[in-house]
């Protein structure tokens, strides 16, 4: 199935789900993003987190980034997700680390945010961009609850126009590939929501860590399914090969890669 064949809903609910699954926790391992919290961090410096900044993490996931980010920099952050399953992980991990007073989240839509205009001093989405079916809305919506002289950060999964088709299916879709796009898109939409485009960082190797990385534990869960000691209900581990194969072969040629790009909001 093509990912153009489901309705925007359907995508986002069929998203949120992926991310809710076991395979997926299995193969992405502690983080969703390249770079993990190492570049989490990256983006905290170049958006100036202090303690007294108000922080948005959109498409929060189980709070990963959100509570690091907390712990971090000592900054307060509000996170939210497609996923209530995600939400209910996020806020049972910040509770356990003693950090529910900076980190809290909850169930929302990017391109439907309901805070206040000018409501966060930050806005931060990682690898999540590239999946919202409106991008301009989204980035819209980063642009209205960001204060004059607030800062959005993007870490996000780039690619050319023209890649194999291996790479246009629902998996991909879900695999932040099939509609991610060019870095350029990515500053087009943040510069229509006219926020002014401060840094652009391009980050190639450490997608090519991170897919290298999901083969590994494929093969893994390959061999431990064939003795009989994992079980993925509806996983298809052939398909997720291919595509995996596919991704680095893209890389080595330069038609994906991942990058970050920081904006302002004028005062």
Known sequence: MAARDLSPPEIKQCCAAAYDSDAAKLLLGDSFHPGGVRLTGRLGQLLNLTPRAHVLDVAAGTGTSGIFLAKRFGCEV???????????????????????????????????????????????????????????????????????????????????????????????????????????????????????????EEHNQLLAEFVNGIRTRLLAAEIAAGLGKLVLPGFDLDAAKKLVRSAQEAIAQGKLGYAIVTAIKPA
């Open 78 to 200: 509000v996170g939210i997700d497609f996923s209530r399953q995600n939400v209910e992980e996020a806020n049972r991990a910040a509770q356990e680390m003693g950090l529910a007073e900076r980190a809290s989240f909850r169930w929302a839509d990017a391109e439907r945010l309901p805070f206040a205009d000018g409501a966060f001093d930050a806005v931060i989405c990682e690898c999540s961009f590239c999946l919202f079916p409106d991008k301009q809305i989204a980035a819209n919506e980063f642009a209205r609850v960001l204060a004059a002289g607030g800062q959005v950060g993007l870490s996000d999964l780039t690619r050319m126009e023209t890649l194999s088709r291996d790479l246009d299916g629902l998996m991909s879709w879900i695999a932040c590939i099939a509609d991610a796009r060019p870095l350029t898109a990515y500053v087009a939409h943040l510069s229509a929501a006219n926020l002014a485009i401060r840094i652009v």
